[in-house]
């Protein structure tokens, strides 16, 4: 044990580090308080009737009626209790709270990666804190994102896994890359998955090609074998997510079109407008190394202090304190200190000034074939991160690569990058540790680095407008609304427009020169090392804590004390009005509410109290998608509302403001019995059927399904009547009387993968009508019908997830047994 402790020390004491770190930064967490993180709010909305009956019944429902009429639960929240990541994300959880556990993962992945490529510990924690800290890593948690970031800080670990295979330690390479690729498929966020393929193609290319070039087919075809066998087994390990959220993709709206008469409609995925919303600027790129060159976050914050040009401007204007008047400049014409070409932003993507000039220098003095796979990955992925701004690569990709139109905000593939540069930084100061190359021509490479970078940030500092224009496209708009305001004196427009700019001159002056100060220590230091003026372990240190403190102050710019909140501030987010009270007082278990007070489809708040028609989700059903571009975008379909079952609508009153509530009578109820039948010959003539139609008293139904339908045996169902018995989520039951065969239609959103009807016991078919609702024709008498969610990709895919999580465990077990017998004989 004491050799082990002795071994193992220096890895133990860095751990010991990164965890003191994560909790300085995050010391609120301390005091018992989590972070106020929109996104995470708004899905513990959506999430609000899953847990209510987890906590009920201690297991999650499969679907949920909370929005959007009702939809699988898979994307929201579902257990996986056959799946070993589950336990392992949250073990992390219970040890390390939100959202040290997150940032902990990013640092000890990036630590065993650096490891594995034989760098120095001290300078591995330096390289492990340049790629945790980087800001975009800490925005996304700010934001929300948690799934994201949870599947970013599992890259590294998987990389490391691979690099292992390939040289040589099959087991316990293909062992880590199987569990932690299995942790990132666990993380459920698909895109990042997928731009991490991407890298990993690239990677095996180069791989492949030095394996022909150097006569090593055999090691490699045996490392691609474990590494093939790692793939299936975090696939296996995953069956249960996988499997339901390839069956729900293909129906959600990242899946084929319904309709065909609108040509703006995509056909097969999401439209270019949608996917390139949030795409980098070319320009903007060097916020890598200048953070708020672009001005920083979309905001006023730098504006609305008094030593701003802005603040002086419109002081002069107003007369006294003109806070409110930016404020109100910034909501109504888009004044603010970011100026790039985003619709906004939370921050750029930062890597650090020391990092960037430690790439240059790796791009001069790295030898290992890693730096052009870290080069090509890096240059390919700018470029599709540029978007609409440099379409000609995304366009190829967007429209010839596999999958890659179903995610939106390209940009966001800057993440991996984010991890590739910090890499190759710090191999280059490896390769000057270890270097073969004279000191002169590693000081001459130094500099050249130093020279780019610095001479970069310094241009910056003193001549910042002969590069950038520190304005949008939207400038002459926003000078024009100005002169408005101004009563058309155009001179105070200009005015108060070139004080803006004076200030986004001055944020980007500043933070160059903050950039030159961080390139000039780190060139210090690294010059020391290679000269031999200063102890090698001490450089590592203090250039470890260079880049920390570069880092951390950028970072706190974005995530700070200010973003966290009490625990009983976090759980009453959502406060309950007095309208929301009056409709909970209904006991009637399955109505749903149509809340105008909201961003109704892009706002999740209501779904805290109530079952209602909107709601938020990126990945809803394309059926209810288009549901809402006809029926709801431009006037809102009433016969829609009634087939919905929308029992009340909240509505504000535009003189007061005031919130009211108005009981809509002639809702649907949960089920009816109807008299006719209309068929659609596909789902346009559907959709247009149900612009005007009564919903109580006919159904609209494509003809695909007219052989489900016994027309000879219906009537008009006079005296029938169906009723709803019991409600569970994915367990709805109903009895009904009928003297002959009817066609019942049920206020429940139709999704055939996975409910299933059963009469009496026995299972029946049922069909789709009304363009999103279930119907189905019922024998006559006195029955019970019931709708169960049972899908088979779920539960046959936790079985598979089982036995996959049993040989992950078993393979990983006997290679740390291997390694630990191959280290007593050696």
């Not at 990677?203 to 070039?213: C, Q, S, T, W």
């Not at 949960?670 to 008293?697: C, G, L, R």
Request: aromatic share 12%; hydrophobic share 45%; net charge positive.
């Amino acid at each position: 044990m004491n050799n082990w402790l002795k071994a193992n020390g220096i890895h133990l004491a860095i751990i010991g580090f990164f965890v003191i770190i994560c909790f300085v930064y995050f010391s609120p967490v301390l005091q018992g308080k989590g972070l106020s993180q929109n996104d995470v709010l708004q899905a513990k909305a959506t999430a609000k009737e899953i847990m209510d009956y987890k906590a009920k019944d201690g297991r999650g429902p499969l679907w949920t009626n909370q929005m959007f009429g009702g939809m699988p639960a898979y994307q929201i929240w579902v257990q996986h209790p056959y799946n070993v990541g589950t336990y392992v994300i949250d073990f992390m959880k219970t040890v390390f709270p939100d959202p040290v556990d997150v940032v902990l993962m990013y640092l000890l992945g990036a630590y065993l990666l650096f490891c594995v490529l034989k760098v120095n510990p001290l300078l591995a924690a330096a390289g492990a804190v340049a790629v945790a800290f980087t800001s975009y890593n800490f925005i996304i948690i700010e934001a929300g994102h948690s799934n994201k970031a949870l599947a970013i800080s599992y890259i590294a670990p998987i990389i490391a896994g691979i690099i292992l295979t390939l040289r040589g330690k099959y087991w316990l390479g293909g062992s880590l890359t199987a569990l932690f690729l299995a942790l990132e498929i666990r993380a459920n966020h698909i895109q990042m998955t997928y731009y991490l393929m991407i890298a990993l193609l690239i990677f095996m290319g180069i791989e492949l090609y030095h394996a022909v070039k150097e006569k090593k087919l055999a090691q490699m075809g045996r490392a691609i074998g474990f590494l093939a066998i790692a793939l299936v087994l975090s696939l296996m390990v995953n069956a249960g997510k996988l499997w339901t959220t390839y069956e729900y993709g293909k129906e959600s709206n990242r899946g084929k079109s319904n309709l065909t008469t609108d040509s703006a409609e995509e056909k097969n995925g999401l439209s270019k407008e949608y996917a390139y919303g949030w795409s980098q600027g070319v320009a903007e790129c060097f916020t890598f190394v200048i953070p708020n060159l672009y001005g920083g976050p979309t905001g006023i914050d730098e504006l609305v202090k008094p030593e701003s040009n802005t603040y002086k401007a419109l002081q002069s204007v107003t007369g006294g304190d003109p806070t409110q008047a930016i404020q109100q400049l910034a909501g109504n014409i888009g004044l603010q200190q970011y100026w790039g070409e985003k619709p906004f932003t939370s921050g750029p993507y930062y890597f650090g000034a020391i990092v960037c000039f430690l790439f240059v220098f790796g791009l001069l003095v790295v030898r290992s074939r890693l730096k052009w796979w870290i080069l090509a990955t890096t240059i390919l992925f700018m470029l599709l991160s540029f978007g609409k701004n440099f379409p000609l690569v995304s366009d190829l990709f967007f429209e010839y690569f596999p999958m890659y139109n179903k995610f939106r905000a390209v940009e966001s593939i800057l993440a991996i990058v984010g991890l590739m540069v910090p890499v190759l930084a710090f191999l280059a100061v490896k390769e000057a540790q270890e270097s073969t190359l004279d000191q002169k021509t590693l000081v001459k490479k130094l500099s050249i680095a130093a020279g780019i970078t610095g001479g970069f940030a310094l241009l910056v500092a003193v001549m910042p407008t002969a590069f950038f224009s520190f304005t949008n496209s939207m400038h002459g708009q926003m000078v024009q609304a100005l002169t408005q305001i101004a009563q058309n004196n155009a001179s105070v427009a200009h005015s108060i427009a070139n004080a803006l700019v004076e200030d986004r001159v001055g944020i980007a002056r500043a933070d160059a020169l903050r950039s030159l100060l961080f390139i000039a220590i780190a060139y210090g230091l690294v010059w020391a090392m290679i000269t031999k003026k200063m102890g090698l372990q001490m450089v590592m240190i203090l250039l470890g804590l260079a880049v920390l403190i570069d880092m951390w102050q950028v970072d706190r710019r974005y995530l700070n004390n200010k973003n966290f909140v009490s625990k009983a501030d976090l759980e009453n987010h959502f406060q309950a009005r007095e309208i929301d009270h009056m409709i909970l007082a209904d006991k009637d278990p399955d109505y749903r509410v149509l809340d105008l007070t909201i961003s109704t489809f892009s706002d999740a708040s209501a779904s805290q109290f109530h079952k209602t028609v909107g709601g938020y989700h990126a990945a809803k059903l394309k059926r209810y998608q288009e549901l809402i571009d006809k029926q709801f975008s431009k006037s809102i379909n009433q016969d829609v509302l009634d087939m919905l079952n929308t029992k009340y609508i909240i509505m504000q009153d535009p003189q007061n403001g005031s919130v009211k509530m108005q009981r809509n009578a002639t809702a649907a109820g949960h089920a009816w019995i109807v008299q006719t039948v209309q068929f659609a010959k596909d789902a346009d003539e559907e959709m247009k059927a149900i612009n005007s139609f009564d919903p109580k008293k006919e159904a609209i139904v494509d003809v695909r399904y007219k052989g489900l339908i016994d027309e000879k045996r219906l009537s008009p169902g006079a005296g029938a009547f169906i009723k709803l018995d019991s409600y569970h989520p994915d367990h709805l039951v109903y009895s009904y009387s009928a003297p002959t065969d009817v066609i019942a239609v049920f206020s429940e959103i139709y999704y055939d993968k996975g409910w299933s009807m059963y009469v009496d016991g026995a299972k029946k078919p049922y069909f789709r009508a009304d363009y999103v609702l279930r119907a189905a024709q019922l024998e006559a008498g006195n029955h019970k019908v019931e709708f169960k969610f049972e899908p088979v990709s779920y539960y046959a895919g936790e079985k598979i997830s089982l036995a996959g999580s049993i040989l992950l465990i078993a393979g990983l077990g006997f290679a740390l047994y291997s390694e630990k017998k191959k280290g007593k004989n050696q």
